[in-house]
């Protein structure tokens, strides 16, 4: 039966036998034993980017992950949405946050021809918000088990790679030479 036996500090480890006049000692250090620590350690090797340095911030709450996500929201690409759901049932709660927080003029300025109808059925039916696009696509978005924050992620996954950058650069009237008066 083959073993192996430690020598010194440098952790170097030959075979032994059983049968050897040598002590064959196993590898796991016993209750007496102090453990011997290994001599490489890890060292930098290059002097490249360091992606982050300095104290890590605290983890943020659901809350402030739903406002951050409430900052990004444009509804640019969409020409109506429709709330649906029944007041009856357990899960309609999330919804009525959501849309009390998308109804807000901050976000209803990224779209100013938006239509917003809300539909508050009594048929036990889930609550749903359906986007009309403007492409003439529909994202609808079933809601009954998820959180506010979990839907605002969703709707800004779809809706955010549609939004598009403005172009048209608008021109003042001094720009435009209104303010020149009448040449004769």
Not at 54 to 62: D, P, W
Request: charge should be positive; include cysteine.
């Amino acid at each position: 039966m083959q073993g192996l036996l430690k020598i010194g500090r440098l952790s170097s480890l030959r075979p032994c036998n059983s049968l050897s006049p040598a002590p064959c000692n196993s590898l796991r250090p016993t209750l007496f034993q102090p453990t011997t620590l290994p001599l490489v350690s890890a060292v930098r090797t290059h002097l490249g980017y360091i992606p982050y340095e300095g104290r890590k911030g605290r983890k943020l709450s659901n809350r402030e992950l739903f406002l951050h996500e409430l900052k990004r929201a444009n509804l640019q690409p969409v020409k109506k949405v429709t709330y649906t759901f029944d007041p009856i049932r357990d899960d309609f709660q999330s919804i009525r946050n959501f849309m009390y927080f998308w109804n807000r003029p901050k976000v209803l300025e990224t779209n100013i021809k938006l239509a917003v109808k809300t539909d508050i059925v009594d048929d036990r039916r889930d609550p749903v918000i359906l986007f009309n696009l403007n492409d003439g696509r529909d994202l609808e978005v079933r809601t009954g088990n998820l959180t506010e924050l979990e839907i605002a992620c969703v709707v800004n996954h779809y809706l955010l790679p549609l939004v598009k950058a403005e172009t048209g650069s608008m021109e003042t009237k001094a720009a435009k030479g209104a303010g020149k008066g009448k040449r004769k």
